[in-house]
């Protein structure tokens, strides 16, 4: 009986300490995650990395970018939901599913203490964000598509054709089109525009119905690169006959360079920034990720005055552990009063932070 006993402690105790090791590893490094910016929390299970890939309890963050989550325990998967977008994500499974296109990601969710932890990298971008990992930080930043990070966006359609347009490095045209691909019609540049001044990305828009013969739509995405004036020129025709144009619509494009950024520091707290349309900010703090410490916004400014970019860290000029620079972009969306505020702190720490930042920003026309 007392063999058994101590076999039995023994193998609890072997139990315990691999439990332990598990533990360690996944609590090797911290990692954090933002999006748009903002830290995220997570009270439980934290980050942690397997394959290269940063895995996460995935609710928090995808509540963060606009996503609608919901779990079937049944069968252990993860429905998620933006806007027109809906992917579906299965524990164990390296498939995945965005509007029904089976996609293959490298590694799976799974279960670790009673939470799943999903790649966050596939799931921000089947929601149609971007993730970018900064090794030296330990930072996966998550940006969603609905947030303009730099200049302001004018939108086109037909009834603008023949128009000179104003534009900054940095700002973003549309043009969408009513077309019809039933018809054999479509709409197609006559001749490329100027790739060193614009970038340009198409796409399609499906028919509002299903009904045979219906229009959708064609849109070009248009980003102000660097000065100077591109012509547009749009022929909607069917492709055999390039000769016989339906209808043409034509734009020119005067871009100027975007005014240099005014820049502020911790310096500046409690100050009240005045920025005109068109006109932009930095944001510049002293930082040290190697003691654990991050600024992260508490209070962000109102999107639908202000947007930022997500941060960049500007390491010192010298040996590790130097500290570098935090630094923001804010671009004017519409004119407004918002105010803002970041703390630098240890993510998940009920610390008071070590410093605060905070300012007021008055956008006019």
Known sequence: MKKSAGKMSLIVLCAFILAAMATCAIAEDTYTVTVNGTVV????????????????????????????VSWN?????ATMVKGDITAVFTVGSSSYTVNGEALTMDVAPEIVVDRVAFPIRYCAEAMGGTATYNDKTKTVAIVTNDVPLTGKVIDTTVADSGKSIDMMA????????????????????????DESCIQVK???????????????????????????????????ARPWEHATLENTFTLTLNITAAP???????????????????????LALESNPSTGFFWAFTQSPD???????????????????????????FTPVAPGTTTFELAYAQPGSTATP??????TVIVTE
């Open 354 to 359: 070590d410093k605060f930042m905070s300012m």
């Open 303 to 329: 999107a639908n005055i202000l947007t930022y970019s997500d941060v960049q860290f500007e390491p010192a000029p010298a040996s590790p552990g130097s500290p570098g620079t935090d630094r923001w972009l």
């Open 73 to 77: 325990n049944t069968e252990q998967s």
């Open 260 to 282: 240099e950024a005014v820049e502020y520091t911790i310096g500046d707290s409690g100050k009240i920034a005045t920025l005109k349309m068109g006109e932009e900010m930095t």
């Open 170 to 193: 940095g700002d973003v045209l549309t043009i969408t089109l009513d077309s019809n691909s039933s018809t054999g019609f479509l709409w197609a540049f006559k001749a490329n525009p």
């Open 202 to 236: 198409e796409t399609y828009i499906d028919p509002p119905t299903d009904a045979v013969g219906t229009a959708g739509q064609q849109k070009w995405t248009i980003t102000a690169a660097k000065p100077g004036t591109v012509g547009i020129e749009i022929g909607y």
């Open 41 to 68: 929390s997570f009270p439980d299970q934290q980050p942690y990395v397997k394959n290269d890939r940063v895995m996460v309890p995935v609710r928090a963050p995808m509540e963060a970018m606009g996503v609608a």
